[in-house]
């Protein structure tokens, strides 16, 4: 199999072709009325990287390497700037060890001797954090980066309850895979899906399948095992508890600096065998947030209950570029949901919407297939959304700057939020870049309130990119802190995120975190610096 | 208006006449087959009360009272055992102050107090709770009970996005008066409705009215304010976020040790109009459990979804006494819930249960009232468990011994949890009590496991009750953990839980709350002993 790559989305194999990259540059320099250049591929033999600090002891050996290519790959996560820095060649700071464990007994050894040497210590599942969440903090004496890849195993599954506990360092695919022989899926398909893994989900409170209802991996969590060192952390198999403030809550989110999630028992699904899918369309952006409000309070709880604006949608649906779209999807696995779809369709053609009758999919016999999670409307677009990081591939190091930022806002602030919003980006993208496109959509939304996913790129120049995507992304989240939004519904804090969520989260309560990180972490080893100093 | 009973649950008034106490005497003596000798009326002007050890200073003087039936009142939860102590005017460790805030200032001011002279500071709400969560610890300088009840405002209501934000003291009648004007509940009715406080609901992790989906009023929690002894700790107003560890929910269940909440922005429902019911009964206890369980796994998210086994089926639901029953309620402010009632039906009959076609109800066209959450099966049930606990004001003093424990557990394991619970509770009942009843219900399910709540009674010795309590708890407690449940799942831990959550919770989370609340209350005043020991 081939290796990840150390720059780009994916395999080495998913790096593009030199005639791929040609003409990603020909449609940008159309794009933008300027020739932009192909750049140098990436050439990791010319990188220069500082030796590795420190050297395994041997009782260590054999789980530690210092292989260039792994100490690359494992520097960054998957932001824009984690990889055109990775592109460049651009390692100044990598870590001097990545750890391969295989077991718990393993990550004990390795995290017990950082512990004891005061080297800091970074958790690493699939290494898809777009907010510098794996990144090696500056000063350090010496860096090891955890990669859980080998400890990738569904251990057990429960039938009765719908549970399956599971290792924290399985990708999606893999996950998906062991699961299905019993019948049963996760259906946590976050974009990054295929190189992130069920640790990184729990520990960045990643964002899934469902649109509406359980729409973070939080709602699945059974109970969670985290090693720290002190011990281990690892809560009961409770469908529900009361007893204390939850303390897999206190896991969820806690992005790798209390300790390292080995396992959890996942709430896992029967895979749907029923199915009902529709698009309706809106002359506004304004009119399909009103239908898509409508159809959360009534909770019919879809399972996708996506809107795109009219850039979006014409991008990836095929529409004018002058409507937004509602896509509505619900399944089951036990009983038909047509009805369900109906009384949505109903309440968005009462909010203005246009049916779009020919989209209208309703499957309430069951499927007899093992791959009914791929089929339909929700399948395809759920297929084309897995793909959309590698096109980031083709287009590298041609001088664009780009990002996403995602939030969320309650339903009376939400008009104006977005207003606001819209209109400190265009402002920041005509001053930074001279111009750029900018187009939202919904990936979750919830009675209160959407959460809306913001995409926006300009052409940098030469050099300057770094500079200007630091420009682009404070103009978007100084909008978003400003109008009321949070800094992240589902992409975590990280270090990037860090300024912003130093406003948004209560003092006291960092204080609580801090006091509760140096109990259970007290050299502060695991990923100072994300989310509280130390 | 009548004050509050000192002994009972509610007010003076819900106190039982000479009359109702005779009676109540002649019932239960031919219950138990021996004469009960209605016990003397409680009297607190013949109670000695340890003098209050502290005078409020002159700054807060109009906040604080020594009054005695106050401190009575305060001195506990509304256990059994706290009952029958209040009722026998057993009063040893009583707060010498009690604090009746009407603003966050006054709550700082009262709080500064006590932390500036090492006071222990107990929050208190409805003082409904069963677990000891806001008796006075054994040893300390000096106890002021923080009682909320004037601040018990709906101070705004965001109807767009279907929140309001509310003052923590508020009784839940007062709650649902304030929001009917205005179109909306809060639809969270356990069992204490009447005397517990959103504050109260909050910190506890309540259980309410939905039986499936958003069981806990955790999932109601927009956003909260509390007040530490370090200042405010308040999230902001979010549909959802992933921005580090929840601060909302290191909040909820924190039981008073962290701060005294003042305020949270709830999310709202629209009132119920469309309405479906049905009773379903099973030839045994196991069948319901299984039509329970596909009804949950199904995710049709009935508001009801509770099975009363074949004792409490005959007492509560006038069943034979041998029959198991299922009963089913949906309910929207949206949309028809008729089909939904009709899947659950049909799930209910395929696992073996039996229709009564009588009870089946169907309100599927608006119903013009503003009273609609009171009609129906549902609104039934509800009265008649909201009046529940007014039962026990009669027959207090006669010498039975009893008590209700509730917990959790997943599915794969039920059957055998609920025949080794049952098993060691009779075991108990026999050795302590020389027999007794015992009876189980579901208050809450969920697609991984049921929650459910057992009811015993037995007779004690005159002067044993409280031995005899104590060694049925544990037996209970004992049992619950033992096979694998949660020690609460929604009536917390306080200090009678202690011993067993002490087993649960993972002990390195444990350091990590204690660091927490040393942070933030670094003098240690806030419910000491409750969750941890300091």
New interface residues.
Partial sequence: MSRRSYWGWGLESDEPTEEQRIQAAERQSLRFGRTLEVPPRPDLDSVEMRAPRMRAPATLAHLLTDDKHERASHSYGKSFRDKLRAFRGQFPNPPDLVALPKSEDDVRAVLEWCDGQGYVAIPYGGGSSVVGGVEPPGASKGIVTLDLREMNQVMEV?P????ARIQAGVLGPDLETQLRPHGFTLRHYPQSFEWSTLGGWIV????GHYAT?G??IDDFV?SVRML?P??????????????????D???????GI??VVTEAWM?IQ?RPVFRGSASVTFATWEAAALACK?VV?????PANARILDPVEAGNSAGLDGTHAILILGFE?????VG?LLQ?AMD?AKEAGGTIDEASVRVVDNPVETTDAGRQGAVGEWRNSFIRGPYNGNMTMGLGMVGDTFET?????RWPDFDRNVRAAMTEALQRVCGGGTLSCRFT?V??????PYYTFSGLGKPGGEFEMWAQLKKAASDAVMAN??????????GRD?RPW?DI??????A??????????DPNGVLNPGV?IDP
């Fill in positions: 429960d009765i309850s719908r549970a960045t409170r990643s964002g209802n729409t973070h059974e720290t002190r011990g281990p952390w690892e809560s009961r198999r409770l469908p529900g508890s009361g007893a204390g403030p939850s303390p809550r206190m896991i969820l989110g806690s992005e209390l300790g709430r029967g409508a309070q009534a909770k019919l709880w089951s696995a036990d009983v038909p009805h009384q309440l969320s806002i309650t339903w009376d979750h919830y009675p209160d309130g959407p959460a009321g939004g949070t800094i992240t519904h589902h992409h975590a804090v995120h969520y948004q989260r209560p003092d006291v309560f204080e609580a975190l801090r006091a509760a990180k140096k109990a259970v989310l």
